[in-house]
């Protein structure tokens, strides 16, 4: 019990690490190759959350249940305006052509944070929430948008 809250200890203070750098990075602007990578990154980080978070889910009070279809369908529609993001993204000269997309993922996260913040899903899944949303977050900062928990969406 002790040496899993080290552990948890440790790993949130890395992700404030994390997104301090991201804070300073987020003062300057950014090469489309750049925000490739960061968008390769949270749309990988969606689908592996999806998957913990489907599992998580089944071993929940929330099992079999309408609001435990309601969040898979939630996650699921994250993980597809990942997907809407990317493929827009490809095809645009400028990553501020892809905001609107932005907006949208940062939404829909913003709809889960609200399930991860209300309901206890397991240390593997919270971690994978807050890599996640570290993730959003920059995403969040590089299109100049509210960040994922905001009353803005």
Excluded: H
């Amino acid at each position: 019990m002790i040496r899993t809250n080290k552990f948890a200890f440790l790993f949130i203070g890395l992700v404030a690490i994390l997104t301090l750098s991201s804070a300073v990075q987020a003062q300057r602007g950014y090469s489309k190759a750049e925000v490739d990578r960061l968008i390769k990154n949270a749309e990988n980080r969606s689908d592996e959350f999806v998957g913990t978070f489907d599992r998580s889910l089944d071993r929940s009070r929330l099992n079999n249940s309408e609001r435990e279809d309601q969040l898979n369908r939630r996650a699921q529609d994250l993980e597809k305006a990942f997907d809407d993001l990317r493929s827009r993204f490809d095809r645009t000269e400028s990553y501020l052509d892809t905001r609107d997309e932005a907006r949208k993922c940062l939404n829909i996260a913003t709809d889960i944070n609200v399930a991860m913040r209300n309901n206890r899903l397991g240390t593997r899944t919270e971690n994978a929430w807050v890599i996640l949303r570290n993730e959003m977050n920059t995403l969040a900062r590089v299109y100049n948008l509210p960040l994922v928990g905001s009353r803005a969406y």
